[in-house]
Nanobody, 125 residues
């Protein structure tokens, strides 16, 4: 069993930055592909970014490319999402997800085995 806990969300003005953290416990984290997804009110959950277990492979949604950066430190069992140049349309609950097998990066929600509880990000205009 793996537990994922997100933190770092909050209220920020447009153009500002936030850094989300996803801390894993329960099992070793270093073989897991990990991703970030978000869900705004009334919308489907959507892919944001993903990273392979080694950190050598990443993928981003077009809407966040050049603004968001995903990274990880397996020794700390933590994955981060650095979000810069935030826009009001980035407002959502952000979820961390981990996949037990494969080790690559994955961009669809059904590919993930474990999910965190989410952290709210609100960007004011």
């Amino acid at each position: 069993q793996v537990q994922l806990v997100e933190s770092g969300g909050g209220l920020v003005q447009a153009g500002g930055s936030l850094r989300l953290s996803c801390a894993a416990s329960g099992r070793t984290f270093n073989n897991y592909g990990t991703g970030w997804f978000r869900q705004a009110p009334g919308k489907e959950r959507e892919f944001v970014a993903a990273i392979s277990w080694s950190g050598g492979g990443t993928s981003y949604a077009d809407s966040v490319k050049g603004r968001f950066t995903i990274s990880r430190d397996n020794a700390k069992n933590t994955v981060w999402l650095q979000m810069n140049s935030l826009k009001p349309e980035d407002t959502a609950v952000y979820y961390c997800a981990a996949r037990l097998t494969g080790g690559s990066y994955y961009i669809t929600a059904p590919e993930y085995d474990y999910w965190g509880q989410g952290t709210q990000v609100t960007v004011s205009s």
